[in-house]
């Protein structure tokens, strides 16, 4: 008898068998049926199972697959020794022969047309992977520049790679592409609008949604000519913002939205309140929707309260020389009052001045004993003057800071009104979660490829493997929309809208046994059959025989 301990990795394997996966790559790589005992699918579907169950580094591959029923996950006559880290060093040599953008854009349109995925709107974001060594004597020889950029790791002294990820509103990737170190995201938001329609063989054209690297005139031109409408975040170094904001508050007439309905289990969600404008910008008509969100982000807060600490020590030092200063006469320490100021106003403070007449001693010219009439004493004026915060102004340059404005080419209608345009572009958290996916330093730890162009196909790979994440959690949130139960989760609570991590959590402890030959399910091991019927599954994909 043998016992097998395969966690998640049979709903994996049958999901990247139902969406297309493993065949699509079959059909795009070189590979010889013949002389592969393992088909280059197969292998780049247990580098898909590896990240997906946290697995190990691909020189332990072989250990990660000890105890997992490889025979029921590949073939009868394939063992845990077959998948060495050459075997996967070759899979990604062939995955970087056979192009593999165009390849993870073939995977990701099969997916698409069996999962029925929608792509009426996309959510669109870029980031960074940094990779460990040497690759710059190198660079020349492929497509991908492994190079030093911004890093959104924060480790700006790693060369790195940037993910450039484009997703549904359930956060399924449509598109994906990996790209040198130190591309532009707004380079790569421009050239992805004007190829979107075809990338994504839509008969109708997407929303586009994006943060502010997509507010760009050229974007902006490419949107136009694609007659793609846009969704996003016009940065503050546009005036306009300023302007609009100023003009906001100026008429005072906010629509109150309230929380949405995702945040309103909440307690510390925002509420919001906006105003819409019309105004031209990159020679664009654009609707600004200018948002008041009830609470300051903590960098913010704290950005603008170091400001006041440092600004109000600066005040201070000032009117301290200013009154060292003596004056002959009242009207010109008065004039040295406006200068200063004129000098020094804050809108965030609040100055009280006068001038006071006194008497100090005076000082002589000439050495020697002063004559009997010196007076030793004059009069002249000084300025006391005093600083302090003005906690309205404070309040409100707080309030005026905790605004951004959200602009679209939509025109505005009862499906696109200014509260739906606001909702939507907060759903770019749909890819920002993502991210988090393929970041994880649990799923994958540090890149030591030591060629860029199998660095660029591992990149792709990982992108495949947050495609069968995605479909995993839609399957599960789209079988529980309608459901009257939430799903029970890994260690007592639930919810309607589990993540994929908390999808797969539910198989970890799922136990195999064979005898001579026929797999069971031991008695004492707690299968989770509504799990598998959310996602369209059943025990077979462990290779248990039907019920039926």
């Not at 349109?109 to 995925?117: D, M, Q, T």
Request: aromatic share 8%; hydrophobic share 35%; with cysteine.
């Amino acid at each position: 008898m043998e016992v097998f301990s395969p966690g998640p990795l049979p709903v994996v394997k049958a999901i990247c068998e139902e969406c297309g996966l493993i065949e699509t790559v079959n059909e795009q790589v070189e590979w010889d049926d013949q002389q592969c005992r393992l088909s280059p699918g197969h292998r780049t579907m247990a580098l898909v199972m590896n990240f997906l169950a946290e697995g190990q580094p691909m020189y332990r591959l072989s250990e990660f697959f000890e105890k997992s029923d490889t025979a029921n996950l590949f073939g009868e006559n394939i063992s845990p020794e077959n998948l060495s880290d050459t075997t996967f060093g070759r899979t990604l040599d062939k995955i970087a022969d056979a192009n593999p953008r165009i390849l993870f854009g073939s995977v990701l349109a099969e997916a698409i047309g069996r999962e029925g995925v929608t792509t009426n709107v996309v959510h669109a974001d870029t980031t960074s992977k940094s990779v460990q060594g040497i690759y710059e004597d190198e660079n020349d020889e492929y497509d991908l520049e492994i190079t030093q950029g911004y890093s959104r790791d924060g480790n700006r002294h790693l060369n790195q790679f940037q993910i450039g990820l484009a997703v549904n509103r359930n956060g399924v990737p449509v598109i994906g592409d990996i790209l040198d170190g130190n591309d532009s995201d707004t380079t790569w938001n421009t050239e992805l609008i004007g190829e979107l329609r075809q990338r994504l063989a839509a008969d109708e054209p997407p929303i586009y949604v994006a943060d502010s690297a997509a507010m760009s005139e050229d974007s902006l031109d490419e949107a136009s000519a694609a007659g793609i409408d846009i969704i996003s975040r016009l940065p503050r170094t546009y005036n306009a913002v300023d302007a609009l904001i100023d003009r906001a508050w100026e008429i005072d007439e906010w629509n109150d939205l309230g929380k949405f309905v995702n945040d309103e289990d909440d307690e510390d969600a925002a509420s919001y309140q906006i105003q819409t404008f019309q105004k031209h910008i990159s020679n664009h008509d654009l609707r600004c929707v200018v948002v008041h969100s009830s609470t300051l982000d903590g960098r913010t807060n704290r950005r603008i309260d170091n400001d006041l600490d440092s600004t109000e020590e600066d005040l201070e030092d000032a009117v301290g020389q200013l009154a060292d200063r003596s004056f002959a006469c009242e009207p010109d320490a008065q004039e040295a009052w406006e200068t200063w100021l004129d000098d020094h106003d804050d809108s965030c403070f609040e100055f009280e001045a006068e001038v006071v007449e006194t008497e100090q001693k005076k000082s002589r010219d000439k050495p020697g004993r002063p004559p009997k009439d010196w007076d030793p004493y004059e009069t002249v004026y000084k300025i006391a003057a005093s600083v302090q915060r003005d906690a309205a102004a404070i309040a409100h340059r707080k309030k005026r800071a905790s605004c951004f404005v959200v602009v679209t080419s939509l025109e505005d209608s009862e499906e696109w009104a200014g509260e739906d345009v606001l909702q939507e572009y907060k759903e770019q958290q749909a890819v920002e979660r993502r991210f988090r996916v393929v970041k994880d330093p649990k799923r994958v730890g540090p890149v030591f490829l030591d060629r860029p162009d199998r660095v660029e196909a591992l990149g792709y790979v990982m992108l495949m493997a947050l495609l069968v994440y995605s479909l995993i959690e839609r399957r599960a949130r789209v079988a529980l929309q309608g459901a009257d139960e939430p799903m029970d989760l890994a260690g007592g609570p639930t919810s309607f809208r589990p993540t994929g991590r908390r999808v797969l959590e539910r198989f970890e402890n799922m136990l195999v046994s064979r005898v001579d030959g026929k797999r069971e399910i031991p008695d004492n091991v707690d299968v989770p059959k509504r799990v598998l019927e959310l996602l369209d599954l059943d025990v077979t994909a462990y290779g248990i025989e039907s019920e039926e």
